[in-house]
């Protein structure tokens, strides 16, 4: 089956730095990918649709200053918290759209979990 | 706009129970995605189910069973004779733009099995 991998799995940062999120299709390219972000104990949210080779597109309320989204290759895609506070903590789940004639299927990375100190 | 109910927040069921999870969608388009996802406490969203629009048999496979209704915008899922390793976080989600798959998720039904 299809593969995506997150890098890094977890981690820690002071306030103030800036993070950045990988998102890779390992066998497979994805012309769109999607970020998303899940506080504890709730429901992902969708807060942008990665096009390779354009602009993301951003869900209402989401800042783009602040999560910047970068879609340079077919299987690549990055997601990076600029000047993190602790109110960013969350997990952050990336999936990549696997494009088939009539069946396109989405498939999910594992997840980073960032903790902001 | 889309919008998915899961209302039940937790369930606990003996090992060997039966249990069925609520998810209630609404939705303006005729086409549309219906999902099922398992969240392990791992955080893996793992897939179970993909259902059209138009598609509304019902699907076994193995324990797992689906009932979709129309009528009703339900999509319900049972899971027959539950195990221990059937814990988990499930979430059902809706997708309204055919080739797109934003997803909308529901807010998750906890289920634990109790040995």
């Known amino acids: 089956g299809a593969v995506v991998s997150q890098h890094p799995s977890w981690v820690i940062c002071k306030s103030g730095t800036s993070v950045k999120i990988e998102c890779r299709s390992l066998?497979?390219?994805?012309?769109?990918m999607f970020w998303y972000r899940q506080f504890p104990k709730q429901s992902l949210m969708l807060m942008a649709t990665s096009n390779e080779g354009s602009k993301a597109t951003y869900e209402q309320g989401v800042e783009k200053d602040k999560f910047l989204i970068n879609h340079a290759s077919l299987t690549l895609s990055t997601l990076t918290v600029t000047s993190a506070h602790p109110e960013d903590s969350s997990f952050y789940i990336c999936?990549?759209?696997?494009?088939?004639?009539?069946?396109?299927?989405?498939?999910f990375g594992p997840g980073t979990r960032l903790t902001v100190l | 706009a889309q919008k998915v109910t899961q209302a039940q927040t937790e369930i606990s069921v003996v090992e060997k129970e039966d249990v069925t999870l609520d998810c209630v969608y609404e939705?303006?388009?005729?086409?549309?995605?219906l999902f099922w996802y398992k969240q392990p406490p791992s955080g893996e969203l793992v897939f179970l189910i993909r259902r059209n629009s138009f598609d509304e048999q019902n699907e076994i496979s193995g324990r797992y069973s689906w009932n979709f209704q129309k009528s009703t915008s339900s999509f319900n899922f049972t899971i027959t004779a539950s195990q221990v390793v059937d814990s988990a976080v499930y979430f059902c989600?809706?997708?309204?733009?055919?080739?797109?798959?934003?997803?909308?998720f529901g807010t998750g039904t906890r289920l634990t099995i109790i040995p």
């Open positions: 989600a809706l997708s309204e733009d055919f080739g797109n798959e934003k997803l909308t």
């Open positions: 939705t303006r388009d005729t086409t549309y995605y």
């Open positions: 066998d497979f390219q994805a012309t769109t």
């Open positions: 999936s990549a759209r696997r494009d088939r004639a009539g069946r396109d299927t989405q498939y």
